[in-house]
């Protein structure tokens, strides 16, 4: 079932949905941060498969550590802005 994906994929991946994440006028991870979750992950023997919605049983559960899109309220943008490593279009660190 589904495709393992590689560290390059999964970069790769990380890249693209901070790509569409941009819209949403939120804040995203800096690229090496995200990078580095990559390879804490991979270090650690978890894996990563790509797999059809039509191959993934009616009980089985599907969670994301990472998402895109969607709006921020402004409290959230402060406190968010103010953490090393977090960056916004309209300021921030």
Do not use: C, H
């Not at 390879?39 to 990472?66: C, H, M, S, W, Y």
């Amino acid at each position: 079932m589904g495709r393992n994906l590689s560290r390059e994929d999964m970069k790769s991946w990380t890249i693209g949905a901070m790509a569409l994440a941009t819209g949403g006028g939120g804040v995203r991870p800096l690229e090496e941060r995200a990078e580095r979750m990559v390879d804490e992950a991979f270090d650690q023997g978890k894996k990563f498969t790509l797999v059809d919605v039509n191959e993934i049983p009616d009980d089985e559960l599907v969670l994301t550590r990472l998402g895109t899109g969607g709006s921020i309220r402004v409290e959230q943008k402060l406190r968010w802005m103010s953490q090393p490593g977090f960056y916004s279009a309209s300021g921030g660190t």
